[in-house]
Every structure is written in C-alpha cells, then in structure tokens.
C-alpha cells in the first residue's frame, strides 16, 4: 500500500467523506433543505480527485477538473436532490466542495512521488492526513452544540418540530426571534437571577482573594513548622467530591434554617475555591523576587504593609487569573444552588435554568436559558484569554 | 513534573524548592511562625468548618436512621381563637387553644405555653395547668405522646377597657417551647444503612457503571486531548483562536451544554437523529439518553467531549515546552513522523499524562453534575455520586444516601493512598 497513487486515492476517499458530512451539515442547518451524502459517489470523487492533486501539478486546471468531477460523478446531484432546489445554496455548496477537496488534497499529497513511498513519505502523509481530519472533527464537536442552542433559542417550537435541521434565521420575524429571551426576562425573572449570579459570583471572588492571599502569602514566604506539609496538603482539599459535602450541608442548614439564603451559599462557595486559590498564588509568590520585599521590611514597612505594597501589586495578572478562575467555578456551580435553594427569589442563574427543564416550558426557553447562563462567561474567556488560560492551567485540572 | 510545578511556571516564575535547613528558632523565627499561622488561620477555620466537619457528619449521619421529613425539628402546634361574641362589658366568652403534636412518631417534652392577653380580659375557672400573671398566661402542658391533640379552653369576661379597644386576641401569638428529641442527636447507631445500600441488587452495577464512567471517561479525555494537542502543536495563524474555541466546552457552565446535548440527541425533535435520519445512516430515530448500556456510553462521550480540552491545554502546554533540538537531530537520522512521536514526545510526556491521568481519575469518579442533569441516573447510568443523591432525596432516606458517600469517601482514601504513593515516586510531588 505503500505506493503514492494509492495513498492519494485512499486519503481522498477519507477526506472526502469527511467533507461531505459536514458540508451536509452545513447546508442542512442554513437551508433546512434535505441533504444527504450519496455516499459511493463522494468516495469516487474522493478518489478522483485525490489522484488529479497527485498527478497534475497546475492548480487552475487542477480545480476545474475537480469541480467537474463532483458534478459528473454525482450525476448532478451532489447533495443528493435535485440541483433546481435552491440553486444558489447548491451551487455554492458544490463550489466549496470542489474547493474543500481539491486545495486540502493536494497540500496533502504535496511532494509525495507517485510510485513507492519511503516510510517517513508515507507516514508524512497520514499525518497531513489527520491533522486535517483533526481541524474539520475538532471543530465541529465544539461548534455544533454551541451553535444549536444559539439557534433553538432563536427558533419557534412549530419550525423545529417540523424540521429539527432547519436552523436558518427567520429574518423575516426581525426582533421577534428574541421572543424567548423577552419571555425569561419578563415572566421567568431571568434577569434577577442574572443579578444574583453576578453577585454570588463577584462576591466568592472578593471573599477568596481576602482569605487566600495572606495564606499564600505565609506558604510561600514565612517560615514555620508545617510550611511544606501545608503547601502539599492544601490541593488534597479538591479530593473530596462535592456530594459527599453538599449532603450534610444540606442537613445542617436545613437545621439552622440557612436554606433559601444567598449568605448561606456565601459561606460555602468562597471555601471550594479557596484551597486552589491559595495553591495559585502561593506559587506566584514563590516565583516573586524577595529582595524588594526584605529592602520594604529594612524601610519600616510591616509584613502586612509589604503585602499590601509590594507582593500585591506586582501580582496583578495572578490575581487577574485567579479572579478570573474562581469566578468561572461560582458562576457555573450548580449542585449546591440546586440543593440549597427552592426559593425562586432567591435562583442563581444555573438554578433558574434548571426550572426550565420541564416538559411544559418550550425547548427553546431552556436553550435560550442556556445562552444566557454562557454568554457572560464566554464572553469574559474570549476577552481575557491569556489571564483565564494561565488560570486554567495553573489552577491545576479541578473539573 | 509536579503540579506544583505547572502552576509555577504558568505564572511565569520559577520554583524555588523549599530549603532543607531547618528554621532557625529564636524570637525573630518565633514572631514569624506566629504571623505565619495568622495568616493561616481564616483559611484553615473555614475549610475545618465547611470541609473537615460536613466529612466527620457524614460519618455520623450514615449511622443514623432517618429521611428527609426528620430534617423538620418537631414542635409543638397552637391555634388559638375567641369562642362568642363580646360587644359589652361583661359578656362572657371562651378563649380556645388547639394544641397538637403534628409528629406521628416522636413525643414532645415539657410544652410550654405563654401568651400576652390583651388588657380588660378576666379568667373565670383557670386549668390547673396554667397561671395568669400581668395580663400574661403561662401554662406548664406537660408531655405529648405523638398525634397529641387537645383543645385547651378558658372562660373569660371581658371588661369594658377590652370591648373599647377592639384588640383582637389573636394579634399576639402564643410562644411554645417543648423538647423533642431528634433521631440525628440520638447516641444509638445502626447498620440498616449500610446495609440496604449492600443488599439492594444495585450495587454492584452502581460501582460498575461508576468504574466503566470514570476509567473510560479519563482515558478518552487524555487521548482526545493529546490528539487535539498534536494538531495545534505547530504555529500557524489562527492556532489562537482554535485553541481558544477548544476551550469552549470545558469553560461553559455544566447546565448550559448538558440540557444542549438533551436536545441535541432527543429521539423526537433532536437534530442528531434527524440527521443520521436523513444522511440514510439509520432508519428509526435512537434514544441515546433511555436506553441501556447506549446511555452509559452517550454520557462518557459527553464527559470526554467536556473535558478533552484540559487535557489538551496541558499537554499542548507540556509540548511547546519540548526543546526543537531533538526532533531536528531525529530529522537527521531519518526518524518517521510516528517514530518521532513514540520515541520522543512520548516519553517527554509521560509525566503530564499520569499526572493528569490520576487527578482526571479522581475528580473523573467524583462527577455528579454531568449524568444527573443528562439522564438523571436513569437507564443504567447511576454512578455512586449520584446513587448519594438518589438515596437521599429521590428515596428520601438521608442515612442511606449518607452511607454512598461514606463508600465513596472510602474509595477515595485507598485511590489516594495509592495514588500518592505512586506519585511520590514517579513524580516527586
């Protein structure tokens, strides 16, 4: 099998079913037209043109006969419908499908001979191979979840019932297709439960940076009895399974009636989020010059003074990241504000959009639920990338 | 390579190792430890209080026969009103308790009554059992046996400062104090827990589904980590954002993607069946969240399509950080993509990978989120974590659910005791 014309064949067929699902996909989603691969014929192009990248160096000549080979193989029906259904969507359909094919195979065979291959050529290939299968695969499992709850939320419960793979935008409804978000916002209290989030959330943050940051502080810095086993001990503290915390909680507060309280959830959020907080800093710390710190102490400056005036402000972007991760795990967290709160004045968001899941409220609130709970905090990833990455990492792999 | 030392160096400074000299010890060395502990203390207050104590209840709880309605303290009820109607000075009327102990199980001990009268009430033919005082009634009620129910009547006449007033007499409320024991206080322990969780035929299938979860569910996130890893360890433009996006799905609170993958995947009006419908791949819709084992395996593909791209973050970290020199001399020695990457990479990445393959494991077991809001445990998919709350609040039996979680602390312990071990010396952490 190692011969360049078969590599090229095979890794054609490969891509091309690849290609085809997704642009079926593709058009299925943005057109609601019924789409289907015809499986044999994109093999054969597959193999076709896979050949055409390996054996003819021009790239105009190359594409042409591609996009040529897509239409005839298929016998002009490239999605499996009639070509006169939607031309124009077809019709681009099958100008990236000719594109898609033709320009990823030919980077793929690019320099391998056309009779036999040595093994690193060979090898050479099924990477380049894979690797393109890996951008296609990886970013269709990421991006399909998240671009069908955007657009059920969007969509009416009639047009999904009567096709689930329709998701093209209604435009013609022009700001009725927020019409589930108003329905949260006006009738569900969303936006109190956006507001208590927020709060919940900001306030974990606040409270963990005031207990973590001496604490770091003495690991990394102080010297006493303890300091080593403390600094390894403290990430022991993630081992323990939320479940087996939250049910004696809920005992408790049940008991000293601090259910149904935002301050109750306060008591409990800060300290899941304190342990790899401090294990984040300390780190930092460690990392921190001493010599400022001790010429701050020869100047009159208090340990606590130091801190406040020296450590703090040079570890701005580890708190950033800090903030940053620990505001993520309390604005996600849903298993306590599940057990702790029946009160809906009281919901956090992940709460109000668990109220959502019933058979009687629409599948689009529940997505458009599940926009709103996101967006905030994909929104605050995507600006802050390189502090909420560092923090990823650095606060180690806590799921 | 230690955790320690991926948080270090993410933040971009390096680890100095903690001497091995010990500390000196004098006044100077003294006033530090002190400050040292200090500052230590809120810390390690509120992690004894939330953290340590929740752990030693659960202990005690799990040895505890009780259920959610026990968690309601037991006290005593009132409901008091005016029989007859006063409209002058003198008329005669009668003030009604109604007492009763709502609790069909447990006796309460020592009722107590008292109750603010308002001014211009007399009582004629007071019950031995209380005294009046100031326009105040006590009254000593004694023990009641549980379904305890009793109608407490007073005669009164009302002088004419009560019929001016108009106060109505159920503007103060009676206070009742009474003991009640509460099983959860109770020095008397039992196995019934344990035991219904060992017997029931569950069991056994609960920790199968949990270990089938939990080793599956890591290694795919590792490999499909690694694999994502592999792909963008190369620069090109665009490497951001793709790695950015990768992100998404660990980084998206669990509510949100888990209710997603519902709709997704429903047999009626989810897309996937309606694709592979259409694509011709199948020809009746399949209900990837009802039915056994397909359940189990749909919410370990969730699992690893959720926390793959930690994995990857970590490993992609670890191979930036691999020096290019070896992989050009290996270029001259003719290595093959594959060999490079098992001979090489491999190797280099074996610290990341165990490291990361033990804490994915744990916290991997310890899941509840992810399969409760999925399948609810349904359909072959209850794994311990949330057989706890299956047994506490679905069957109601806390003790029972308490009992879970002990076994899970227990499995916890002996995979940390073995972890730790190995890790200490493979990793040095």
Known sequence: MKQGYLLAGVVGILWSLTIIVCLTIVMAFSTGLPVRPVWFASALQGAAIGLVALYLPSRILGLLISLALVLGISLLQPFGIALGQNSLAQGIGVLILGLGLYFPLRAMVQGLPVGRLTRHQFEEGIVRFLTGFGYVFFTAIVIVPFYVMLMTSVKGQQALLLNPLDFSIEWEKGWGLFRSYKELFLEHHFGRYLATSFFVSVATVLVTLLFSVPGAYAVARLRFKGQAVMSRSILLIYMVPMIVLALPIYVGFSMFGLRNSLFGLLLIYPVTTIPVALYMLQGYFRGLPGEIEEAGLMDGLSRLGVIWKITLPLSLPALASVSLYVFMIAWNEFLLAFMLLDDPSKFTLTRGVTMLNSSEVPRQHLMAGAVIATLPILVLFLGLERFMTKGLTAGSVKG | ?429
């Open chain 2, 1 to 429: 390579m230690s955790t320690t030392e991926f948080s270090s160096s993410a933040a971009g400074g390096g680890r100095q190792t903690p001497s091995p000299v010990p500390p000196p010890s004098g006044p100077l060395a003294r006033r530090e430890a002190r400050l040292a502990w200090g500052l230590l203390t809120p810390t390690l207050l509120s992690v004894a209080l939330v953290i340590i104590l929740p752990l030693i209840a659960i202990f005690w709880i799990s040895a505890k026969p009780i259920g959610l309605s026990d968690l309601r303290p037991t006290t005593p009820d009132v409901y008091e009103r005016m029989r007859g109607k006063v409209t002058a000075a003198g008329d005669k009327a009668v003030i009604e308790y109604r007492l009763k102990n709502s609790s069909r199980e447990k006796p309460i001990r020592s009722v107590t009554m008292t109750d603010q009268w308002p001014a211009g009430l007399e009582a004629k033919g007071l019950d031995a059992r209380c005294t009046i005082a100031n326009g105040m009634i006590s009254c000593n009620l004694g023990d009641w046996e549980p379904g305890y129910n009793e109608r407490l009547r007073i005669d009164v006449v009302a002088g004419s400062e009560f019929v001016d007033s108009g106060i109505n007499i159920r503007d103060s409320e009676p206070v009742m104090r009474g003991e009640a024991s509460s099983e959860l206080f109770s020095l008397s322990f039992t196995w019934d827990n344990f035991r219904s969780v060992f017997d029931s035929g569950e069991f056994l299938e609960v920790l199968w589904v949990t270990l089938f979860y939990t080793i599956v569910g890591t290694i795919g996130a590792l490999v499909v980590g690694m694999l994502a890893a592999l792909m963008l360890n190369k620069s090109f433009s665009g490497q951001g954002i793709l790695r950015g996006l990768f992100l998404f799905p660990y980084v998206a609170p669990v509510i949100a993607v888990a209710f997603t993958w519902v709709t997704l995947l429903d047999p009626f009006s989810g897309s996937f069946n309606a694709l592979l419908v259409q694509m011709g791949l199948i020809d009746t819709p399949i209900n990837f969240f009802g039915q056994r084992p397909l359940a189990l395996f749909t919410v370990t593909a969730f699992e690893i399509w959720r926390y793959f791209p930690l994995s990857f973050l970590f490993i992609l970290a670890r191979m930036q950080s691999i020096d290019n020199d070896i992989y050009e001399a290996a270029d001259m020695d003719g290595a093959s993509p594959f060999q490079k990457f098992y001979y090489l990479s491999l190797p280099q990445l074996m610290g990341i990978l165990s490291v990361l393959f033990l804490l994915r494991f744990i916290w991997t077991f310890n899941k509840f989120d992810d399969i409760f809001l999925m399948t609810g445990g349904n359909a072959g998919t209850r794994t311990l974590t949330v057989n706890v709350y299956e047994q506490a609040f679905a069957i109601s039996n806390i003790g029972a659910g308490a009992a879970v979680a002990v076994v899970i602390f227990g499995c916890l312990l002996a995979f940390s005791f073995f972890f730790f071990k190995f890790l200490s010396r493979e990793e040095g952490l």
